[in-house]
């Protein structure tokens, strides 16, 4: 499955941005999808998951009550809803997929990836 990763920008603490992976290749909802990001100079990590269906959803507590994983398997998506965005998250932020049932947060769980789209969280 090839990933693209979209929506990405700068905003100001306490902003809210919208990111987007569009999938396509394969059965799209075949696949758990999860986000993770990279700060500069930091090691990538894990942020949010989603089951396949969408009824399950999982979040690294940096981000808990504030970002919001959802899906849409008619239109081969995954979103990132960041609301309260903080400096902290400020990272290249990148979209995965995995096939199976379960969730890691480990990224090498995830055989597929976007090419990664940058927040900057600045005043």
């Known amino acids: 499955v090839q990933l693209q990763a979209s929506g990405g920008g700068s905003v100001q603490p306490g902003g809210s941005l919208r990111l987007s992976c569009a999938a396509s290749?394969?059965?799209?909802?075949?696949?758990?999808m999860g986000w993770f990001r990279r700060a500069p100079g930091k090691e990538r990590e894990f942020v949010a998951a989603?089951?396949?269906?969408?009824?399950?959803?999982y979040y690294a507590d940096s981000v808990k009550g504030r970002f919001a994983i959802s899906r849409d398997n008619a239109k081969n998506t995954v979103y990132l809803q960041m609301n309260s965005l903080k400096p902290e998250d400020t990272a290249v932020y990148y979209c995965?997929?995995?096939?199976?049932?379960?969730?890691?947060?480990?990224?090498?769980?995830?055989?597929?990836w976007g090419q990664g789209t940058l927040v900057t969280v600045s005043s």
């Open positions: 989603i089951s396949w269906s969408g009824g399950s959803t």
């Open positions: 995965a997929a995995r096939s199976g049932t379960y969730y890691y947060t480990n990224e090498n769980r995830y055989a597929y």
């Open positions: 290749g394969r059965t799209f909802s075949n696949y758990v």
